[in-house]
């Protein structure tokens, strides 16, 4: 399983909200790239970033940024954030991203979703689904759905989507822990996709046993920056797992 270290950006600084809440924003650095720097220099592959300045105004705000992390590391970056046209695609590819991440355009516009996937190819989309109480958020948690969860998966996994990352909005921020029940309901329920985990992590033991419940991966955030995870700790795991994450 691969861990996944997260930067939310807003105003080109780095930060994390709660519970996917813009009033409760807490900024940790000024440069985003130095956070990528730390990441990679523990041995971290991967990185996930996402442009909340993109997803609250519709359209990527951060891609200097993206391409500064791009440029300077060789970390492989998923970016997501406001991204609704070929155009927003195309400038972010361009900016250095290897994969795109797509929440509410995917759920707004599969159409399109799926256009991308074959154009640019199934491998480069994550698809991301923030989930409240079991149903499908979007606009970057502002709005509620009521699209169930589960068989969203189960029918964009049937049309070709290979990896997504879920967020429980409820867990995120709040370090008590990830939503175990809906991961393991995720894997019996469409064991094919592979799952990406986020949200509410808060130890090493989380991740091992998000691990154990068979998740791809799992995005890592507020507990980096606030210490219940540090960095050492995560070089010992990254050295002692082995990775399967494309």
């Not at 029940?181 to 995720?186: A, D, F």
């Not at 808060?202 to 210490?227: F, N, Q, R, T």
Request: glycine share 10%; net charge negative; hydrophobic share 35%.
């Amino acid at each position: 399983m691969e861990i996944i270290p997260a930067i939310d950006i807003i105003n080109g600084k780095c930060v994390r909200l709660t519970q996917g809440d813009f009033s409760r924003q807490k900024t940790y650095l000024e440069s985003p790239l130095e956070a990528a720097k730390q990441f990679k220099s523990v041995g971290l592959k991967r990185l996930h970033i996402v442009d909340l300045d993109g997803a609250k105004r519709g359209s990527p705000k951060n891609l200097e940024i993206l391409e500064s992390i791009a440029s300077e590391t060789n970390l492989t970056i998923d970016f997501g954030g406001g991204i609704k046209s070929d155009r927003d695609v195309k400038r972010v590819f361009d900016a250095g991203a290897d994969m795109i991440s797509v929440g509410s355009t995917a759920v707004r516009e599969p159409d399109t979703f799926f256009e991308w996937l074959e154009h640019y190819g199934r491998e480069n989309f994550l698809l991301g689904a923030d989930v409240r109480d079991g149903k499908i958020s979007v606009d970057g948690w502002q709005t509620d759905t009521e699209i169930d969860l589960l068989p969203f998966l189960a029918e964009y996994n049937a049309n070709g989507v290979e990896q997504a990352f879920v967020t429980d909005i409820r867990k995120d921020g709040e370090l008590e822990g990830p939503a175990f029940r809906l991961y393991q309901e995720i894997r019996h329920s469409v064991p094919e996709l592979k799952l990406i985990a986020s949200g509410g992590v808060s130890s090493i033991k989380d991740i091992e046993e998000l691990e154990m419940i068979g998740c791809a991966g799992v995005i890592v955030g507020k507990a980096i920056y606030e210490g219940r995870i540090n960095l050492k700790e995560l070089s010992k795991h990254v050295s002692e797992t082995h990775y399967s994450l494309p």
